[in-house]
């Protein structure tokens, strides 16, 4: 077992030592962060939709306890003062935070 062991991290050691050498760690942290981006995309994308649909339902249940039928005229104004709000408090946040 040590032996093992002992072979691995010399063939470790080896190949660590020419990827530094022949200038391959650049080009391949490079092509692996390339190669994610789709990914991160994706992740963000689905936060997003997460986040949008949480917040159409939290604003829902809120204009239906105000006593508003669902598909109202009372109702949908409802929903776009609220999404005003939420627009306004992020732009008041976005200009009180720091650079």
Not at 42 to 54: G, K, R
Not at 59 to 80: I, V
Request: hydrophobic fraction near 45%; glycine fraction near 8%.
């Amino acid at each position: 077992m040590q032996q093992l062991w002992t072979v691995v991290s010399q063939g470790h050691n080896r190949l660590t030592k020419l990827m530094w050498c022949a200038g391959w760690t650049v080009p391949l942290v490079a092509l692996g962060l390339i190669i994610s981006i789709p990914f991160w995309r994706a992740v963000i994308a689905d936060v997003e939709l997460t986040v949008t649909q949480q917040v159409e339902y939290e604003d829902g249940n809120l204009c239906r306890k105000f006593g508003f039928a669902t598909g109202s005229e009372r109702f949908n104004g409802c929903m776009l003062d609220l999404l005003d709000l939420r627009r306004s408090h992020q732009r008041l946040v976005a200009a009180a935070s720091l650079p």
